[in-house]
């Protein structure tokens, strides 16, 4: 390590190693409870008392609706925030030294297929070296290993902390960023930030705009006998259809090379959810397709946006189109400096070596961060997917990189 001894780096370590079963119960009791949209708050108590058991004065921070909507690239409020916070621990440095600010989302996905996995998604069930469970990967294991880490500082470095540790568990990151977006409006913002999303232990440095849009084709409710030729879903296939060559025609010529670099398709559109109708014989009163859409550096979501109502209109007027969820702005940090040393001298200490830098074709909470901010985190698979998993010993891993890190950055 740079700045930090031997000694501790050595006593650090070893509170992992001994923390390492605690670790893995953790993540497997986070994955137990079901945060999907609005069900955070049970999971959010877990963390609330490991922060406070690890020295944290607890804050609950609520996004402000109105503000939100107001705020160009802050998400559209899902649902009320009646209930539902982002958790925010700070344990307060003697002075002088250096911020950081340790973060993860406690939200997931909904699962999908349920029938399909080979364990229950809500189980936490360990096997083959891995942790299995919608959250495993995205993010709970991550969270998990930054708990365990501030932890073990606490126990290590105790009162030679110089700079300030902020901890939050944000709510929303899949759906818009308002957890996020509202911690660091709230002022919790330090001098660097790492946030634990499962990068497989490399240094998640960029992330690509994204806008969720809601496509909405309505018609006459009636017996099929009468309602042949064209009717609401062939209007809303007529917008895909437009929104795909909207989606050719950005991923044609990627100039960008942090994105180009990433995958030969960054900016991709799914269309993640198609609801609507009751009967096959039945003409439907409304269909809806919700579609998420990616885009890079050189537009803002609001540009995106008119693109997208722009093309529905041209090929399919009929169709409305609202935007919800996200508009999150693509976002690249530099890895040169002072927090990527820090991080790169810690992950070659624990791994033996280099950190590799990694852009994502997704979005995460690292876009709202104005300083130097990295994700880094565990190795997971099938994340929104079948079986999602995180590797238990890339857990450890995490728990040690980010104690070293914290260690060396706040002494
Ligand atoms: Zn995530």
């Known amino acids: 390590m740079s700045a930090l001894n031997q000694a501790i780096e050595h006593e650090l370590r070893d509170a992992i190693s001994s923390r390492s ?7 497997s009791e986070l994955v137990k409870r079901p945060s999907t949209l609005g069900e955070e708050e049970s999971a959010q ?17 609520q996004p402000d609706t109105a503000a939100a909507l107001s705020d160009p690239t ?6 009320s925030y009646d209930g539902r916070t982002s958790v925010v621990g700070v344990r307060e440095g003697s002075g002088g030294g250096r911020s950081l600010h340790l973060s993860g989302h406690i939200d997931v996905v909904p699962v999908d297929r349920t029938e399909d996995w080979r364990f229950e998604p809500w189980a936490g069930a360990i096997a083959d070296g891995r942790l299995w469970g919608r959250g495993a990967g995205d993010m709970k294991g991550g969270l998990a290993a930054y708990l365990v880490a501030v932890a073990a500082i606490s126990d290590v470095c105790g009162d030679r902390l110089r700079g300030d540790l902020i901890f939050s568990s944000v709510i929303e990151e899949e759906c818009g960023g308002n957890g996020m977006w509202s911690v660091l409006r709230a002022g919790y913002q330090a001098a660097a930030t790492l946030i634990g999303e499962s990068t497989g232990m490399r240094l998640g440095h960029a992330g690509v705009g994204v806008v969720w849009a809601r496509l909405t084709a309505r018609g006459e409710v009636g017996h099929a006998e009468s309602s042949g030729r064209y009717g609401p879903f062939d209007a809303l296939a007529e917008a895909i259809g437009a929104l795909r060559a909207l989606e050719a025609a950005i991923n044609a010529k990627v100039d960008d090379r942090v994105f180009a670099d990433a995958a030969a398709w960054p900016y991709a559109m799914t269309v993640g959810r198609v609801s ?6 039945s003409a439907p009163g409304e269909l809806v397709a919700n579609v998420r859409f990616g885009f890079g550096r050189e537009y803002l979501p609001a540009d995106v946006q008119a693109r997208i109502r722009e093309a529905v209109a041209q090929a399919a007027p009929t169709v409305e189109v609202t935007f919800e969820g996200f508009r999150a702005a693509a976002y690249c940090h530099g890895t040169v400096g002072e927090l990527s040393h820090a991080l790169s001298v810690a992950h070659e200490s624990v791994l033996g070596s280099e950190v590799r830098p990694v852009a994502f074709t997704a979005t995460t909470d690292a876009r709202f961060v104005l300083g130097p901010c990295y994700c880094y985190g565990p190795l997971a698979g099938n994340m929104h997917g079948v079986d999602e998993w995180v590797d238990i010993s890339s857990l450890q891993e995490t728990a040690a990189v980010i104690a070293l890190v914290a260690a060396d950055w706040a002494m």
Do not use: K, Q
């Open 21 to 27: 079963d605690e670790l893995v119960a953790l993540a």
């Open 276 to 281: 609507g109708g009751v009967w096959a014989s």
């Open 45 to 61: 108590r877990i963390v609330e008392d490991r922060l406070r058991d690890s020295g944290f004065s607890i804050a609950r921070v």
């Open 74 to 79: 802050a998400g559209y409020p899902p649902l």
